[in-house]
């Protein structure tokens, strides 16, 4: 009592800062008389400001030695000791972080006789204004004489009992037989009682043999005991059982005892779970946040957590209140002893009611963990007679806050000890309270969200929600679908179980990054199944901001798009590869070759580009058979594949067509060398099922920027040095400007005419009748362009065209004829002209070869909202190599699919032939005027003529004679079976604004 009363004045003064010297005069002096303890006392920066004369005579030390010295410097003074006396002085930094009284059983050897005595050690921490180190108090209490004589324990049993309680771990003392064997535990604390669950009363029944599990026992008995026997002491770890069968790790420090010829054992037990525990709970919060998002109800996901928790802490019940209106408050969910004991009691209350002055009240109203002794006068009357009749004699309550720091209610425990639950113990539990009362909050808004839900359920798009650390916390049907997850394997884990490995960390730094920062991340992703296959999604992941503004959820949409990149890729390769051989078509050739041009502009380089056609390839297909044929083409890609470089690019443009682009070139000398290289790849035969055939390439080159810096200029270019490599002998490689004609001073001046001739309207249209050669009929024009460069000075066609062709101008002005050819045509129908009226246009063969050219004639007639039947339009193609290519006959057949009739001029005095008829797209055939002028002179002419109509008759084409000028050879021509003709004898080419008159002047005569 001494001690207490004057502990307690002279902390009062202490808090009012006494000054150190009148607390040694009054307090330590009384401490000194009256106290065998050993007293300290230290000042708020550790130095030693008190030691009593039992501490200095324990230590050996003597008042000059440790005044105002600090724990390092007295601690140099025992060389011997040192790691004994560091853990007895860090148990001081326990007590100020505790901030309240910390009472352990530490060691410390006597410095008179070098031995090593147990104290009860009792820290207690002052502090001043708020938070600032005061004094600490340290009074430790030997123990070691009183468990030695057993006369003490015989004869002071309260002071003995006393002694024991002190101990904050499990304390047994046994007795050892005279054989040496282990005999029943004699005396077991408080503390021993609450770890293990046994009364006190069991204890004495039982060996510390029958704490251990049964492997460890038989170790003890084999290894530890004989060891302990011969040495006296004996510290070890080992596994004990509780009385519910719950494992126990723990720290064992055995001592034997002996006095008067009798021996006993003192064990110290350092229960060694508590982090395991801590981790525990961890795992069973974890899966209980994971049960409320799915769905699982509240209350029986809380009553798991509580039957776990009184599992692995020995309390007597638990229970889990909530915060009520009006001061009332009700019990969610607790142990089965916990339910019963607050269903059969008064309920607890938060106000200031009589029920309102227990734990929970307190807690509740004051947010802070409450604690109190039932024998205290401070606890409720009301609850007391109650808490006796069922044995508990302590009882605590831990705060719920809410995440807007709201109490929302407690978790509320009892004791049948007069202890409530150690430091760490309630340390825990206080730190994890939050996420208890999370569950609530989680429970709340799955009620908000699960209308929310149930509709996100039924999207065909794949939803998750993940938290900040990327964990899922809740997914849809359709996630499921197309992860191939269930929905336990995603909940509470990460969401990289879809990683797929295809992006980096750059990737997800960025997506993080965006999110974090409150805005939404857009990507296209691909991720991976659990059963390993891969899907594209389309993802949105969008930050969930809280009222508070902090972003603790995400969600992620996943829109399946496999099938759909699938398509993409399946169209992007039908419209950038050729089918049949697997090269770059005309759209990928044309992007890449832009790329290539811009590329080398701006470093100084060249591309060079080579037009490849097979010689003689018709003969293989008609010979061999087109199914050999598309066999050749394919070998001849794949020779050329493996001669090119990966910067090349290797094109199919149709046929046996083939375009070779090498960029970043340093000079056009390398095309020709590339074009020799390619050569040689045709030098030996290839291989075709059971044949070998061979077969020569011609090779037309270009380069870039010397001859042109487009696609479309370029290809016009190296297929006229391609033909020229043709008409050469086949086999060969030309280059554009080897045989391209100086330019004169006269010939560049020409070209500037024609283009600002072109520029200004000098090109104009003349249109020449044709007639039924049986009654004399108009019915339909030609349209003729002609160049007034003056008034009175016509040009015809004849010596400008060649030029436009060869300078590219010819695609300019191509347009403006069909362009205005259509515009006329409109018009005369609007006049009344015969619905069988037909208007034919010249085109240039270089205006097949065109890609834009058949866009251009689409996009015109839609401009004036006529079709090609309504005006009767008709394209004559002079005969030429170029439209025997599969680029211009492919745009020839669309053009009669149009609606257009085709129309070969000149027949007889170019490349046309019998074979070239039968697959052609033509509708008419318009003999020669050389042949006309001949046939009243030229027997073998007229015998060319019979078999020219006979031919087209034969396959059913329509036929025109041109340049008929005399009446004798209309006559032949009629009587042939001839259809139409045109010529000086009944029309001469005409302005447009002629035309109608002519007509009507045609009508009355006929």
Known sequence: MILKKHTKKHTKKLRKKERPSSIEKSFFDLLSIHLKDLVFLKDGEGRWTFANDEALAFLGLSTSDWKEKTDLQIIDLFPNTQKELMHFCQSDQ???????????????????????????????????????????????????GVVDEKEVILREREWYQTLFSMVGEPLFLSSINADGTLSTILEANSRAELVYGYPSSE????????????????????????????????????????????????????????????????TLIRDKTLKRREKLIERM??????????????????????????????????????????????????????????????????????????????????GRTHMISIADS?????????????????????????????????????????FGPAPEELSILEKYSDRIALLFDLAEEQKEVRFGYEALQAVGEAISMVDRKGAIRWVNHAFLQLTGYSREEC??????????????????????????????????????????????????ISPLVAEDGRINRFISVQRDITHK??????????????PLTGLANRNLLRERVTRDIESSLRKNRVVNLLFLDLDHFKHVNDTLGHEIGDMLLKLVAERLLRSGRESDTIARLGGDEFVYVQPDSRSREEAIALGERILDLFRDPFQLSDQSIHIDVSIGAVSCPEDGEDLDGLLRKSDIALYKAKNR????????????????????????????????????LFYQPVFLLSDTRMVGVESLIRWRRQPFDIVLPCDFITLFEETGMIHALGERIIREGILQAKSWKKSGWDSSFRIAINISPVQLLNPDFLDMVVRILDENSVSAGEIGLEFEVTESRPIQSENALNTLVRLRELGIRISIDDFGTGYSSISLLRGFPVDTLKIDQSFIRDIRHDRNARSMIRAIVTMAKSLGLSLVAEGVEFEEERIFLQEIGCDLFQGFLWGHPLPPEEVIEFYRSTLEKS
Request: aromatic fraction near 10%; glycine fraction near 8%.
């Open 94 to 144: 326990k007590a100020w972080e505790k901030g309240s009284r910390l009472d352990l059983i530490e060691r410390l050897t006597d410095s008179r006789t070098g031995k090593i005595h147990v104290f009860s050690v009792m820290r207690i921490p002052v502090f001043i204004g708020k938070g600032k180190k005061d004094h600490l108090l340290v009074i430790a209490r030997d123990i070691t």
């Open 203 to 266: 204890f004495k029944s039982l060996r510390m043999l029958d704490l251990m599990s049964p492997a460890q026992r038989e170790e003890c008995l084999r290894e530890v005991f004989p060891n302990l026997l011969a040495k006296g002491q004996h510290d070890y770890e080992s596994v004990h059982l509780s009385k519910e069968g719950r494992e126990i790790l723990v720290d064992v420090s055995a001592r034997i005892l002996e006095k008067d010829g009798e021996r006993f054992l003192l």
């Open 285 to 366: 919060l974890s899966d209980a946040e994971r049960k409320v998002l799915m769905g699982e109800n509240l209350q029986k996901v809380l009553d798991d957590l509580c039957e776990a928790l009184v599992f692995f802490f020995p309390f007597m019940y638990l229970g889990i209140l909530k915060k009520e209106p009006e001061g009332a408050t009700e019990l969610v969910a607790g142990d089965v002893k916990g339910k019963i004991r607050y269903e059969n009691n008064t309920p607890a209350r938060w106000d200031h009611s009589p029920q309102g002055m227990g734990v929970s009240g307190h807690a509740i109203r004051e």
């Open 378 to 418: 401070k606890y409720p009357d009301v609850f007391k007679k109650e808490m006796e009749s069922v044995g508990i004699r302590f009882i605590w309550s831990i705060p719920l806050r809410q995440k807007n720091g709201e109490v929302m209610g407690t978790i509320t425990s009892g004791s049948r000890y007069m």
């Open 491 to 540: 909940i509470g884990h990460n969401h990289r179980i879809l990683k797929s490995g295809h992006h980096g960390k750059e990737f997800y730094e960025d997506l993080w990054g965006t999110i974090f920062s409150g805005n939404v991340f857009e990507c296209e992703v691909i991720n991976r199944r659990k059963d390993g296959s891969e899907f594209v999604a389309a993802q949105t």
């Open 565 to 578: 990149k699938e398509n993409e890729l399946r169209i992007w390769r039908m419209a950038n590869y050729d």
């Open 729 to 764: 002998g086949g086999g060969r490689v030309e280059y554009f400007e080897l045989f391209r004609e100086d330019l004169s001073a006269d010939r560049i001046a020409l070209i500037e005419s024609v283009r600002s001739g072109l520029e200004n309207g000098e090109f104009v």
